[in-house]
């Protein structure tokens, strides 16, 4: 490299009166600096120098003086871009600087322009004058003042949405206080709408962090800000031309994309800004955000909270990160709850009460929220209360581990107590679908309610093989739309893998078709797909690959496969391997023990065909989710010399121990516990036919109604739906003040 690491920790201390955040941004700097001069360019040019305005009473640099580098000679052509808008404008800067290294970019806060006298003609039209493209937040103070400008300039201004998001912060609230906003506290102006209530309603401190419970949340709504945060957010970018479908889907894939309700993290304004670029017609270099550093981690950070983190499927905790400052030598600074719900209190207690106002705390939920919490004490008080004279709790060394934990966590709380279909094991559905996700379904005969269930809630179940000009009622004869193609039921992970591979042409089994007593012939694979058989064995061959032609189709085109895990016994060919889903002599061909063999997979053995799919399934499409569930039905026989009780326990517990682990190791994979549901000794068996065996009508019910409930977008909406709308709207026209945070740095 032509740039030593201990020039650039130089150039940085001396251009910019700082190191360098990181190794990255050292290694990124010795790549792209061709030499010290370069390098020099690169700093004084950076909009951080331009904002710290060092050395200018000793320099006045000219737009050609630093070098005469075919990169510099590029700079009377140089693409001028300015951003305006809230707190997000300087990262957008930041991320089209990196991103297209021929244009410089300025980020201003409109919030900041607006205290100046004058600032339309002081400020405002300098920047639309001096910029070829000026990009924008919405604003109400901007829209007469554009309309006054001539058509030239007004060509210049787009729109771009502000990114605002409440579903993974739903408690942080602003304050209001005389003469302005509340940000004492520690975080700032960001509040907490729990700990505003318990002081106002003089709770202590430790009874304050009492009410952060998943009763309470479920109390006040918390859980439903997803489909209002996002309807607002999908809004704003459809009205501005930037539809955000795409990008939105991306981001909840990694998790939490927010730092709080309208901080997003950096790669969120990057493919923002990547795509407006590119709707302008300017390139962007794939990656450079990588080596920018993203600010709002500076500033305070909220987290998501444990309860409504596994609602979310991603990891909450209560350690809420202070604005970066002066002090612990530049380290983060963290408090857990109680911390926090402390210097809440004090920040509060300066204050009288009547003059700190939230919006939020006047709504329906929190004013009824007092008479639930004494309900919710007298239930615990009437539950604890002994029948007999209970002999002295053992004294203790600490804290009991498990006080104060989610009911749902406690069987009393969660099962005994509650009615047959209120019980919901639900705890996260890990990603949402809507109607336009394709949903494909394969497994068990269990997994065959699910593609009837979304089907008739319309949404986008996925058929990859349809028919061919067929009545509804021979298309029905004939197995189409049971599941996304005629591969009949997948009873074992093995037959899935194999499929997968027969799919792609990497496994052709000996076997390619079994005789029928009829004298026709049937596919090995899916013997009883065509009820009629097939003439010849020609036939058989050329239907399976047709057949396999559109399974590849699914697997590429899919967005969810759910899979249903029914079975560990099977029937395989010596030869090859080969897995089918019914013994041979049992719909078709004929048993012969020289050929073919028994077997019960194990837990190693399923996790391994499991690991082995997703893998395949990934080359073919990276972006796939996978829902894994347990078909609650039993084993109609077993060909294992035991009971068939005991036969049924074993593979029911193989397969749901193969389930969790696999989703424990892939965050694309979530578990929906269909089993637990249908088989919890809860239901005292109601949930089954006469013969034990066949899961009823209320059974499916129960199951289909809690997955619609925690998968799907289109589920029915809270009563607080229109309140959280227009909380979720207000929350895009906050125009966020860093001030705090850059007096801290």
């Given amino acids: 490299m032509a740039v030593s690491r201990e020039a650039v920790i130089w150039a940085f201390t001396f251009f910019l009166g700082r190191k360098p955040d990181d190794e990255d941004a050292i290694q990124a700097h010795m790549r792209v ?109 901007m829209g007469e003042l554009i309309e006054k400008k001539n058509n030239r300039l007004r060509s ?31 975080l700032h102006d960001y509040n907490s709408s729990l700990a505003l209530y318990g002081w106002m309603s003089g709770m202590s401190v430790s009874q304050t962090v009492q009410l952060f419970t998943h009763e309470v949340y479920q109390k006040l709504g918390f859980y439903d800000y997803w489909d209002s945060s996002k309807e607002a957010l999908l809004k704003i970018g459809k009205d501005l031309g930037l539809p955000l479908d795409i990008m939105f889907d991306s981001w909840t894939r990694q998790g939490c994309f927010m730092h709080s309700i309208n901080h997003p993290k950096l790669f969120v304004i990057a493919d923002l800004a990547r795509t407006v670029l590119n709707q302008l ?110 002999a002295s709790a053992p004294a203790t060394l600490g804290e009991n581990p498990y006080k104060g934990l989610p009911a749902y966590q406690f069987w009393r709380k969660a099962i005994g107590n509650v009615a047959l279909r209120e019980v919901d094991p639900v705890m996260s559905s890990g990603f ?49 739309g049971v599941f996304s193609a005629r591969y009949g039921n997948i009873y ?34 899916r013997p009883q797909i065509e009820p009629s058989g097939f003439e010849t064995i020609e036939a058989v061959e050329a239907d399976r690959s047709a057949h396999l032609s559109t399974v590849r189709s699914m697997f590429e085109g899919l967005d969810v496969l759910v899979f249903t895990l029914g079975l560990t016994e099977a029937w395989v060919a010596k030869e090859d391997g080969a897995v089918f889903p019914l013994a041979p002599g049992v719909a078709a061909g004929k048993m012969d023990f020289t050929r073919y063999e028994f077997v019960n997979f194990g837990v190693n053995e399923v996790i391994s065909d499991l690991e082995a799919f997703i893998e ?62 249908i088989t919890g000794n809860y239901t005292r068996g109601i949930y089954y036919d006469a013969d034990l065996r066949s899961v009823n009508a209320a059974g499916v019910d129960h199951v289909m109604s809690l997955f619609l409930a925690h998968y799907s977008a289109h589920k029915e909406r809270s009563p607080l739906y229109n309140e959280l709308m227009r909380e979720a709207e207000s929350v895009m026209e906050v125009i966020c003040d860093e001030e705090a945070i850059d007096a801290a740095i």
């Avoid at 020099?40 to 320099?59: C, G, M, T, V, Y």
């Avoid at 949404?459 to 509804?472: D, H, Q, R, V």
């Fill in 432 to 480: 949402i679908i809507d109607r336009q996700t394709k949903i494909a379904t394969a497994g068990s005969c269990f997994a065959q309610h699910l593609s009837r269930t979304l089907e008739q809630h319309g949404f986008n179940y996925y058929i990859a093989e349809k028919t061919a000009g067929l009545s509804p009622e021979e298309a029905a004869r004939l197995n189409y």
């Fill in 616 to 677: 395949r399934l990934r080359q073919v499409n990276r972006d796939a989710r996978i829902i894994l569930t347990v078909s609650p039905v039993p084993l109609i026989a077993t060909y294992e010399n035991r009971h068939v009780l005991v036969s049924t326990t074993y593979s029911k517990s193989v397969l749901r121990v193969a389930a969790e682990e696999i989703i424990r190791r892939h965050s694309n994979c979530v578990y929906f516990p269909s089993y637990e549901i």
């Fill in 281 to 390: 017609g300017i390139g962007t270099t794939p990656g450079a955000e990588q080596f920018i550093h993203d600010h709002f981690s500076d500033g305070p950070v909220w987290p998501v909270y444990p309860e409504i983190g596994r609602r979310l499927g991603i990891e909450g905790n209560y350690l809420f990160k202070m604005p970066k400052g002066g002090g612990n030598g530049g380290k983060p600074v963290m408090l857990d709850l109680e911390e926090f719900v402390d210097g809440c209190h004090q920040a509060f207690s300066y204050f009288r009460k009547k003059d700190l106002v939230c919006e939020r705390l006047n709504s329906e939920p929190y004013r009824e929220l007092e008479n639930f919490l004494n309900r919710r004490r007298m239930a615990r008080a009437l539950v604890s209360t002994p029948i007999k004279p209970a």
């Fill in 156 to 186: 210049k201004i787009r729109f771009i949405p502000p990114i605002a998001f409440s579903a993974f912060h739903p408690d942080l609230v602003y304050v209001g206080k005389p003469g302005g906003r509340f940000s004492e506290g520690p």
């Fill in 33 to 141: 600096a061709e030499d010290e001069t370069a390098l020099a360019e690169i700093l004084i040019r950076s909009q951080e120098f331009e904002l710290k305005n060092r050395f200018s009473n000793l320099i006045n640099l000219k737009e050609t003086s630093l070098s005469t580098s075919p990169r510099q000679n590029k700079a009377a052509s140089t693409l001028k871009i300015a951003v305006i808008g809230n707190c997000q404008a300087l990262a957008w800067a930041r991320c089209i600087e990196a991103m297209t290294p021929e244009v410089f970019a300025t980020g201003m806060e409109l919030s900041r322009m607006i205290q100046s006298a004058n600032w339309q003609e002081t400020q405002f039209s300098p920047l639309l004058s001096n910029n070829d493209i000026l990009l924008m937040h919405p604003h109400p103070s």
């Fill in 492 to 525: 074992t992970v093995r037959q899935l893998l194999q499929l997968f591979d027969r799919a792609y042409g990497t496994f052709q089994p000996a076997d390619s078709a079994w005789p029928r007593g009829d004298g026709r012939y049937a596919d090995p694979f």
